[in-house]
């Protein structure tokens, strides 16, 4: 089968390579397992970080496919699928897989694939505008963490919630479900991208780039009175500033939800910001870094959330062919992407 390969490490462009000659998974399968004919795969920054960053001398880093979302058809299903598993030979799933099967070779960018049952969901055949290229998208990696923000949030009808990274993969979900759930949503991001963060639901678009000081532009404008200030702040794009700063519009008992690891904006403010008391010049505002465990339980609830139209669009930046994953992974590296990039990878 074909399929992309890392075979050193770097850019994708110094490490992709198309492969032809791949080995097509071993039948029959075990357990709860189903392959999978894969239709589309949507790339995600963690896919870059694989790339450039696990030095290919890792045991678990020889020659993996990337790829962690995905959509596709099932053509066999294991022998102990659960009883109650609604996923059938011809079903249309889609769901994401773990940094760790990646790791060991299972990768999304690839004709077929293994999975466990329990990574994905049905793709809602009722949302007759979802194609499958959007379903990758949506029921992958960035839908799923959107879905997770969201529950570790509490989010609830009439909070007041800021998404920053707004038109980001993960924050163009975060934005339709917490409005989608009742919330008055503010987004931030560049202006080339505030009409697609107010065509999510963001009643308001804060503009980063025109702000040379944005966290003192939010406490002007939504600081003062307790009614005035957010009660939850989604951060899909890892401004620390935004949560130092955040006692000045976040109310004291909001919540800052940060996704963005790596050390330097991740671990490091997570340690301070989680450890350091108050009385030591900590911020007095509950903080959270998220880090996801993809499943087929968030997956079919991104699908729900589609069904019940609280999920109106899949914003697409763009769709690329199979043979073109460089390219795809290139415009995803700019960090300037609209919503997901997708890949076609049946032909
Ligand atoms: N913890 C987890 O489990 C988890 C899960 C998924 C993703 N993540 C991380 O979350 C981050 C977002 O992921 P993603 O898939 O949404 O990425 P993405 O789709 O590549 O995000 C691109 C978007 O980020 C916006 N952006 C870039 N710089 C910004 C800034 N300084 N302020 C506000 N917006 C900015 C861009 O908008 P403009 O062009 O308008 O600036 C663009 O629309 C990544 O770092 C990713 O690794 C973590």
């Excluded at 793709?123 to 992958?140: D, E, I, N």
């Excluded at 505002?285 to 993809?294: E, I, V």
């Excluded at 087929?296 to 069904?307: D, N």
Aim: contains cysteine; aromatic residues 6%; hydrophobic residues 40%.
């Amino acid at each position: 089968m074909r399929a992309w390969k890392c075979t050193s490490s770097g850019s994708a462009r110094t490490c992709l390579t198309l492969q032809s000659d791949v080995l097509a998974p071993r039948l029959p399968l075990r357990g709860a397992n189903i392959l999978v004919k894969v239709s589309h795969a949507s790339l995600n920054p963690a896919d870059l970080v694989l790339m450039s960053l696990l030095p290919c001398w890792l045991p678990l880093r020889r020659h993996p496919t990337p790829g962690l979302d995905f959509s596709g058809t099932v053509l066999d299903i294991g022998s102990s699928l659960p009883p109650d598993s609604n996923i059938r030979v011809g079903s249309k799933v889609a769901g994401a897989i773990s940094q760790w099967d990646v790791g060991v070779g299972i990768g999304t960018l690839s004709e077929y694939i293994v999975v466990d049952a329990g990574q994905v969901a049905p793709v809602p055949a009722s949302v007759r505008w979802l194609g499958m290229g959007q379903a990758a998208g949506a029921m992958g990696i960035a839908g799923q963490t959107a879905v997770s923000m969201v529950f570790s949030a509490h989010i609830r009808k009439g909070m007041r919630v800021l998404v920053n990274g707004a038109s980001g993969g993960v924050g163009g979900f975060v934005v339709q479900i917490c409005e989608g759930l009742g919330c008055e949503v503010v987004g931030v991001c560049s202006e080339a991208n505030k009409t697609l963060v107010r065509a999510l639901g963001a009643i308001e678009v804060v503009d980063y780039q025109a702000y040379q000081d944005l966290p003192g532009h939010l406490a002007a404008r939504f600081g003062g009175s307790h009614d005035n200030n957010m009660d939850v702040i989604m951060d899909c794009a890892g401004n620390q500033e935004l949560y130092t700063n955040s006692p000045k519009y976040l109310k004291p008992e909001g919540k800052f939800v940060n996704i963005v690891g790596g050390w330097s904006q991740g671990v490091i403010p997570f340690v301070r910001n989680k450890l350091r008391p108050v009385v030591l010049g900590g911020v007095p505002r509950d903080y959270t870094l998220f880090l996801l465990s993809a499943s087929g339980t968030l997956s079919k609830q991104v699908a729900e959330y589609l069904e019940g139209g609280i999920i109106k669009k899949v914003p697409i930046d763009s769709e690329f062919g199979m043979e073109q994953a460089v390219e795809a992974y290139e415009k995803l590296a700019t960090g300037r992407a609209r919503g997901k990039i997708t890949l076609k990878v049946a032909s």
